[in-house]
């Protein structure tokens, strides 16, 4: 079946834009995540939905990050106003609830000038 | 401190050489251990998974957690130019609603023909 899918794949903007990431998760998976990766660093967390449940919004590094999940599918990551220090590969994982095993994204390479 | 530290590399080895990715870790509560491999590109993939402590096979790849010394390794026989990415290990505690992933920083190996 399908795996995760990201869009867009790239993404460059000027600093102070806002910007819309977005993640199809794997159908039926009820859990999606968002990670950071940066240039040379390992994976990041940033936020996790869980079917109706509040998310775990614990790894968000500033309040001009958001993200949604509408439907318990679809999830959008959103930030505001950004910043050159932004700049990362953004992933976007699914899994059944519980299980240790996440299904990652080929990601959304956000470039900000 | 990083809860989850992991040597960057690069990592340059021949083919057929036998190699050693290892990580330490901070947080006892972990007990699902993980590596991941990345290539260039593309999002991480799951290579093998241990719960606690022990060692698990899987055709050339073997997986070994040492919780009392807060030590994991991965060990690949018979290394293969298709080998070549970046290597994750990753971490995840049983305490409840603790579902994200802590991730080391990732290993660049190459395998050289």
């Known amino acids: 079946g399908a795996g995760v899918s990201q869009s867009p794949s790239n993404k460059v903007t000027e600093k102070g834009k806002d910007v819309e990431l977005r993640c199809d998760p794997i159908?039926?998976?009820?859990?999606l995540y968002w990670y950071r990766q940066s240039l040379g660093q390992g994976l990041e967390f940033l936020i996790y939905?869980?079917?109706?449940?509040?998310?775990?919004k614990s790894g968000l590094p500033s309040d001009r990050f958001s993200a949604e999940r509408t439907g318990g599918s679809v999830s959008t990551l959103t930030i505001q106003r950004t910043q050159q220090e932004d700049s990362a590969v953004y992933l976007c994982?699914?899994?059944?609830?519980?299980?240790?095993?996440?299904?990652f994204g080929p990601g959304t390479r956000l470039t900000v000038l | 401190q990083k809860e989850v530290e992991q040597d960057p590399g690069p990592l340059s080895v021949p083919e057929g050489a036998i190699v050693s990715l290892n990580c330490t870790y901070s947080n006892s509560a972990f007990q699902y251990f993980m590596w991941y491999r990345q290539y260039s590109r593309k999002g991480p993939e799951l290579l093998m998974y241990?719960?606690?402590?022990g060692n698990k096979e899987d055709g050339r790849f073997t997986a070994q957690v040492d919780k009392s010394s807060k030590y994991i390794s991965l060990f690949i026989r018979d290394s293969q130019p298709s080998d070549s990415a970046t290597y994750l290990c990753?971490?995840?505690?049983?305490?409840?609603?603790?579902?994200?992933?802590?991730f080391g920083q990732g290993t660049r190996l190459t395998i050289n023909p």
């Open positions: 939905f869980q079917g109706n449940s509040a998310p775990d």
């Open positions: 159908s039926g998976h009820t859990a």
């Open positions: 990753a971490m995840r505690s049983l305490v409840q609603g603790a579902q994200k992933l802590v």
């Open positions: 994982a699914s899994s059944y609830y519980g299980d240790h095993e996440q299904f």
């Open positions: 241990t719960y606690s402590s």
